[in-house]
């Protein structure tokens, strides 16, 4: 896990002063590793799964390769605007101001049991906004998988009550 | 083919109005057929490429299934801003105003062999911008696949010179 841990890599100010960014591009550009991730992505999605979301934009990136890997159908949470069927949206508070995700409103149906992806747990508010979507949809979440988890930003109490898997911790 | 075709819905003036937009999100909630895609995408990358480049953000979901498939590192291609190291820029036009593409400085070297990957060729543009990048960093792009084409746009055109496979046409 260390080695996997050596992959990220931490970029000061970035996107702004203070910001340590944990870049994931080198751990998905190396294929051994992004092979790895994914499978222990797969050994921890619990039986009875059957939809996959994916966070844009990294959440794509490992979305897709497990969608692959575990014959799933990926359906995208994106930010507004960028879906064009009828989708159900969300609103939610940022540090400042605030963001709205969406997911097409027909690909959720009551009972669904939905795997929630995206690469990084900082604030848990997208997490936890997407969480918001599928269940307004009637789906409810029963894994929510992270390459990295920021512990000093606490993203994990505002997932309380969902079973948060997260590989990496920083 | 027919039966893939159909799991691609157009959708009427979307983003604006007069424009036909062609929605992936019923393939790739199917996971047949987004199984389907990839094992032909894997099929028709030539011997000897060495690198993955996917284009955000549409392109991260099948670039990110394809590097785990062909077992290649994935390489993203980002808008303007989203990369956290040092990158190579390009910016080119659209139809209104110009866009700004970035890659990773650090990820190209000289005589890499590069697929490119999307998830639709409208004008060619955004392709034809990702390769100049990949060249600029010393990489040659030998492969450039697209889920959909849409052949009255001619995007093939702009990317005369290129060895270029789409899968569906519309």
Redesign the interface.
């Known amino acids: 896990m260390n080695e996997l841990k050596s992959l990220i890599?931490t970029?000061p100010d970035?996107?702004r002063k203070g910001i340590l960014?944990r870049?994931i591009?080198p751990l998905?550009?190396?294929?051994e590793a992004?092979?790895y991730v994914?499978e222990i992505f797969a050994k921890n999605i619990p039986l009875g799964i059957n939809k996959l979301v994916?966070i844009?934009?990294?959440g794509?990136?490992?979305?897709?390769?497990l969608?692959?890997?575990n014959?799933?159908?990926?359906?995208?949470v994106r930010k507004s605007?960028k879906?064009?069927?009828e989708t159900t949206k969300i609103t939610y508070d940022l540090e400042y101001g605030t963001d709205t995700l969406e997911i097409?409103k027909d690909?959720i149906r009551k009972g669904d049991r939905v795997v929630l992806i995206d690469d990084l747990l900082a604030t848990g508010g997208t997490a936890l906004a997407s969480c918001r979507l599928i269940e307004k949809c009637g789906g409810r979440v029963k894994k929510i998988l992270f390459l990295i988890e920021l512990d000093e930003l606490k993203g994990c109490e505002k997932l309380k009550g969902y079973d948060v898997f997260s590989l990496l911790h920083f």
Do not use: C, Q, W, Y
Request: proline share 10%.
């Open positions: 890599r970029i970035f996107p960014f870049d591009t998905i550009e190396n294929p992004f092979k994914i994916a844009e934009s990294r794509f990136i490992f979305g897709g390769a969608a692959l890997k014959h799933m159908g990926f359906i995208p605007g879906l064009p069927g097409h690909v």
